[in-house]
């Protein structure tokens, strides 16, 4: 039997599991819209929505259509194709939807934009 409340589990670092991988130098859009990039090997789109910066994967979930096409409504960010959107925060549909698009952390460091990616478990074992 498993006492649930006494289980310690080990601690884990997030960032050590992440690859920061480096965006913009200085050339961050700074006007609203959406863009399409390449980062660790995956496409991403960028997005500036209220002023906000945000990264998200670039393909949507529903039947495989290019969201850097799409726009932005009121924090969610919809697909050119069938109009899904999908919340820029957290990344899932709308409601009905049940479906998600990735949303990845995103850092400056100076003027420099970072994109963060969660490395492999086959990465993490050969890394040097
Ligand atoms: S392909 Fe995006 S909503 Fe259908």
Not at 66 to 92: K, M, T, V
Not at 111 to 120: I, L, Q, R, T
């Amino acid at each position: 039997m498993c006492d649930a409340e006494n289980v310690s589990l080990p601690a884990v670092d997030i960032d050590k599991r992440m690859k920061w991988i480096k965006l913009f130098d200085t050339d961050v859009p700074q006007q609203e819209g959406v863009w399409k990039t390449k980062a660790g090997g995956k496409k991403l789109c960028v997005v500036r929505h209220v002023g906000k910066l945000y990264a998200t994967s670039a393909e949507c979930p529903h039947a495989g259509a290019d969201l850097s096409a799409g726009w932005c409504e009121s924090g969610r960010l919809i697909c050119p194709y069938h109009r899904q959107a999908f919340n820029l925060e957290n990344g899932r549909g709308d409601p009905g939807q049940g479906n998600y698009i990735h949303i990845y952390p995103l850092e400056q460091r100076g003027d420099a934009w970072y994109v963060g990616m969660k490395e492999s478990l086959l990465s993490r074992l050969f890394k040097k």
